[in-house]
């Protein structure tokens, strides 16, 4: 007997453009995958990302961190960095895409 299954093909995905409607808890969630990726720490901000110029937010986490996220090249790909303290960390930019359940699921990709 034979069972078709989805084993091994892509997981679908939906659409994004909630998110990308709303700026602010854009740059939350992404700082927030940031902040874990590169610490380890499940951080959660402190208040809500200040925007600093139409298209960067500024994200305050415990522990005296600070992450910028850039959204201006949405769709294609977002920018996070931690800012503070000082030396400020590299720059990481993030294709995403969205689970069914509608939550952003970020990948690394390479500076373009």
């Excluded at 359940?101 to 500076?111: C, D, M």
């Amino acid at each position: 007997m034979y069972l078709s299954t989805s084993l091994g093909q892509p997981q679908a995905q939906t659409d994004c453009s909630g998110w990308e409607s709303d700026p602010q808890s854009f740059a939350k969630v992404i700082a927030e995958h940031h902040i874990r990726t590169e610490l380890g720490l499940p951080l959660s901000p402190i208040g809500g990302p200040e925007q600093v110029t139409k298209t960067a937010w500024r994200v305050r986490f415990p522990i005296n961190k600070i992450v910028y996220v850039t959204l201006a090249k949405v769709p294609d790909f977002v920018v996070a960095a931690r800012w503070y303290p000082k030396p400020a960390g590299k720059s990481r930019f993030y294709t995403y895409s969205c689970a069914p359940g509608g939550k952003p699921v970020f990948t690394e990709r390479q500076k373009p």
